[in-house]
């Protein structure tokens, strides 16, 4: 499944974001969903994942008290709440998905499906 993320743009350092996954043609049920990033000359990085009972969640050190993963069920999105951004922020975010748990949220091979990415671009 191809998923679709949506929400990037530019913003202003110390502004706010807020990205959506979408899995067309199903639901989140029985899936987690992470997100990820990479910026221009460097490899993707992990940023934050939930778990497929919506219970629980892992940020990278990066992030945390930051950035917000919450999915809405009533939606069929999973979010990314991103405050306070800065400069290092900026760079294409990318949603996955992975059939129910997986062993380790942080590594992009634990998904099976991607997004196509979007762009977030954090100006000072």
């Known amino acids: 499944v191809q998923l679709q993320a949506s929400g990037g743009g530019l913003v202003q350092v110390g502004g706010s974001l807020r990205l959506s996954c979408t899995a067309p043609g199903r639901t989140w049920d029985n899936y987690s969903g992470g997100w990820f990033r990479q910026a221009p000359g460097e490899e993707r990085e992990f940023v934050a994942a939930?778990?497929?009972?919506?219970?629980?969640?892992y940020y990278a050190d990066s992030v945390k008290g930051r950035f917000t993963i919450y999915r809405d069920d009533s939606k069929n999105t999973v979010y990314l709440q991103m405050n306070s951004l800065n400069s290092e922020d900026t760079a294409v975010y990318y949603c996955?998905?992975?059939?129910?748990?997986?062993?380790?949220?942080?590594?992009?091979?634990?998904?099976?499906?991607w997004g196509q990415g979007t762009q977030v671009t954090v100006s000072s």
């Open positions: 939930i778990r497929w009972t919506g219970g629980k969640t």
């Open positions: 996955a998905s992975a059939w129910f748990g997986v062993s380790d949220y942080e590594r992009s091979e634990s998904y099976r499906d």
